[in-house]
Nanobody
């Protein structure tokens, strides 16, 4: 089963940037991927997704600020986050599933990483 390991989280002031990475143990061209986040007391929500090609989708709250991408040669999924806001504070998870095509739905993904914390201060 594919394994996912996130990194790149941290603390940043509002308006700053972070780039999250998700190392994938198997190929990245035959499955869809998503980035999700969960703040304390809230449900996990989909942030961005990319299909087995390069088509992407985003939740409205991050459009124009976040960019999902992947490097098939390095087997790494990225989430570039710019213009960060305090409401972006959450644990961020990457997820994968060979059946998924740009879905932001939590229950459509079978494989998850352990998460990386992002904290944005005002």
């Amino acid at each position: 089963q594919v394994q996912l390991v996130e990194s790149g989280g941290g603390s940043v002031q509002a308006g700053g940037s972070l780039r999250l990475s998700c190392a994938v143990s198997e190929n990245t061209y035959s499955r869809g991927f998503g980035w999700f986040r969960q703040a304390p007391g809230k449900e996990r929500e989909g942030v961005a997704a990319i299909d087995s090609g390069y088509f992407t989708s985003y939740v409205d709250s991050v459009k124009g600020r976040f960019t999902i991408s992947k490097d098939n040669a390095k087997k790494i999924l990225y989430l570039q986050m710019n213009s960060l806001k305090p409401e972006d504070t959450a644990m961020y998870y990457c997820a994968a599933d060979p059946r998924v095509r740009r879905s932001l739905k939590v229950d459509e993904y079978r494989t998850w990483g352990q998460g990386t914390q992002v904290t944005v201060s005002s």
